[in-house]
């Protein structure tokens, strides 16, 4: 496995912590390429930027062992972008997206730009694995991601099955180290968020949040008649079994390793319709 050629990406911006923790981790399996947005793209899952608009890109250059570049578009545009610029239409041997701030267990994986690239991989033809630590904080201590991470990737690596469209979501709960349970294969979990929209300026009463400048400056422009909201919610799980559930996994301790394949027909339903329609 040593000696592959590695694409990696995030979808928190090329200076988040998590990013530079991975690309440390993953030069000891081969050469690292990152292109990485410039600015944070978190519940892109698979946009991309269409319409003739323009996308910036830079060449940043050596960090962390491996060969950085940022584009200001979304992480499924920056995967593109390494195959089909850097790479020159030839394709990696791995993509890895992450570290990932927060988790993308459960249906959160269906929105998030972390899982997006690496789904995006996988449309290329490309191995894929998408990394998530369940703390959102900026300085987020990934410490137990470094220390059972490597040896997941070199199982999943030596194991990888013969079948098309295959990817793995990997998620670690904010523990210390020597508090992880182990790490189990896992289904995603099934819910869904209420209560997702909360007034903007009764978010910002309640001291949970600091706003930036963009922020205050976006309430400042509201035109009259508009309202301005957050979207954070609750999470209402939907009985899935805590024994293979990933988010319930997560939880009691355990790293979830959740296989996915971007072919989500249901089949059973196919059939069903073959003998009605």
Not at 22 to 44: A, C, E, I, N
Not at 83 to 101: A, Q, W
Not at 174 to 186: F, H, N, Q, R
Not at 242 to 255: C, E, Q, T, V
């Amino acid at each position: 496995m040593r000696g592959m050629k590695i694409l990696v990406t995030n979808d928190d911006g090329y200076k988040a912590a998590g990013i530079h923790c991975l690309v440390k981790m993953l030069t000891r399996f081969g050469d690292v390429t990152v292109v990485s947005p410039k600015h944070p793209q978190s519940g892109m899952s698979l946009a991309i930027t269409i319409g003739m608009k323009p996308v910036a890109a830079k060449h940043i250059g050596e960090m962390d062992g491996a060969d950085w570049w940022y584009l200001d578009a979304t992480p499924s545009c920056c995967i593109k972008y390494g195959i089909d610029i850097i790479f020159g239409g030839e394709r990696p041997d791995l993509v890895v997206s992450g570290i990932n701030h927060g988790s993308n267990a459960a249906v959160a994986a269906l929105y998030s730009g972390t899982v997006g690239a690496s789904t995006e991989g996988v449309i290329n033809g490309v191995k894929a694995v998408a990394v998530s630590l369940s703390n959102l904080s900026p300085d987020a201590d990934f410490s137990v991601v470094e220390k059972f991470f490597p040896d997941i990737l070199h199982k999943i690596l030596a194991n990888w099955p013969d079948k098309a469209g295959l990817a793995y979501n990997i998620n670690f709960p904010d523990i210390p180290a020597e508090k992880i349970l182990g790490v189990k294969p896992a289904l995603m979990g099934m819910g869904y968020w209420k209560d997702q929209f909360v007034p903007y300026r009764q978010f910002l009463s309640s001291g949970r949040f600091e706003p930036g400048s963009e922020a205050l400056a976006y309430l400042d422009a509201l035109e009259e008649g508009e309202s301005a909201y957050v979207i954070l919610g609750d999470f209402v799980d939907c009985g899935t079994d805590p024994a293979i559930a990933d988010h319930k996994l997560l939880k009691s301790g355990w790293i979830s390793v959740v296989p996915y394949c971007i072919d989500n027909s249901d089949k059973e339903e196919f059939s069903r319709l073959c003998d009605i329609i």
